[in-house]
């Protein structure tokens, strides 16, 4: 199994482009999860999909992230525009059903630094 | 509202030393407690997990930790440490959702010769 596979590793952009990151989760998960790593606030988790379908997305910072998920083997968090703050390690997780206490399965991440 | 408070944001270390990394975690119903780990430029790992039972959870490459109800806490802990045990380690609570994840700041081990 190859795990769950982001890309890009790594992004650079300027100001005010669109970025869209990508995740394709293990097969036969049924759930996926968006995470943002930065120093000053640890991991946060930014949305969670179950069966292709958002359940929880209070914690997308505001209207200029969205994320999607057309079938079970893809995902993209897309920022538009983007804004130096939004620099930080994108982290993409699958787990089998959600449920309660089950194991994360983590992506490599993507670094985004935006200029 | 949960809260993860890892205490220590490094703990440089000898190796073949113990080591302690410390977690406490505020809630005012039951958790589900998780250490994962991060090696570099890598995504996080779960190390343990404890759902119920025994308060004493043992993982991966000889980690353990031990859930503390009355101090809230559930420190993670290995007798002998080697030096591919250099990296983050994150404490994590989860309550009755599940799913959610909260994760604290991360400690970075650092074992050196």
């Known amino acids: 199994d190859a795990g769950v596979i982001q890309s890009p590793r790594h992004e650079v952009t300027e100001m005010g482009q669109e970025v869209t990151l990508r995740c394709k989760p293990i097969s036969g998960h049924n759930s996926l999860f968006w995470y943002r790593q930065t120093m000053m606030r640890g991991l946060e988790l930014l949305i969670y999909f179950n069966n292709n379908v958002p359940i929880d997305d209070s914690g997308m910072p505001e209207d200029r992230f969205s994320a999607k998920m057309p079938n079970a083997s893809f995902s993209t968090l897309k920022i538009q525009p983007s804004e130096p703050r939004d620099s930080a390690v994108y982290f993409c997780?699958?787990?089998?059903?959600?449920?309660?206490?089950?194991?994360?399965?983590f992506g490599s991440g993507t670094q985004l630094s935006v200029l | 509202a949960q809260s993860v408070t890892q205490l220590d944001s490094q703990v440089p270390v000898f190796e073949e030393a113990p080591v302690e990394l410390r977690c406490n975690y505020s809630?005012?119903?039951?958790?589900?407690l998780f250490w994962y780990v991060q090696y570099p430029n890598q995504g996080l790992q779960l190390l343990l997990k404890y759902l119920s039972g025994s308060t004493l959870v043992k993982g991966i490459n000889g980690f353990e930790a031990e859930f503390n109800k009355s101090q809230t806490s559930f420190h993670l802990r290995k007798p002998s440490v080697h030096i591919s045990d250099t990296a983050e380690y994150f404490c994590a609570v989860s309550e009755n959702s599940g799913y959610a994840l909260n994760f604290g700041k991360g400690t970075s081990l650092l074992v050196t010769p």
């Open positions: 997780a699958s787990s089998l059903s959600g449920s309660l206490g089950e194991k994360l399965f």
């Open positions: 809630s005012s119903v039951s958790v589900y």
